[in-house]
């Protein structure tokens, strides 16, 4: 992924003309609040940054611990706001979800009953991990 989403130079601390290979959204355990005011930021960005007009990678959202539930049809009607926004960001391409199977599993859900929109890792922290330190991605 190219950098260029986050239009300011201190993204992540990093210098001006940085061009981090993506951005990763930062999303607070046990807070279904935190997943909106994610989305919500990635939306406010792409609009206030005029990203509709670029070809630019979605911002990667790697949803663990009991959030993960948002993400399942038998949810739907109790996040039904989050759900359909993160749906019209998915399609817009301006995000990229993923949720833990590991957290699924635990919280009892069939991983089949997710969201078609919604991608998998195996396990969320190690997939953070990895996007960081070995992909060189930024938080945003």
Known sequence: MAGGFIPHADVGGHAE???????????ELDDPEAVAGA?????????????????????????????????FKENYSKY??????AAKLTAF??????????SARGLGLDI???????????YGPREITRLIEVEKYVYF
């Open 17 to 27: 003309g940085y061009e981090p290979a993506g951005y990763l959204g930062r999303i």
């Open 39 to 71: 989305l919500h930021r990635a939306e406010m960005l792409y609009h206030s940054a005029g990203m509709s007009e670029k070809a630019l990678p979605p911002v990667v959202m790697v949803i663990h611990g009991s959030e993960v539930s948002i993400f």
């Open 80 to 85: 039904k706001s989050i759900v359909d926004l």
């Open 93 to 102: 391409q301006v995000i990229d979800i993923r949720v833990c199977e590991a």
């Open 112 to 122: 089949k009953t997710r969201f078609p929109f919604v991608g998998t890792v195996p």
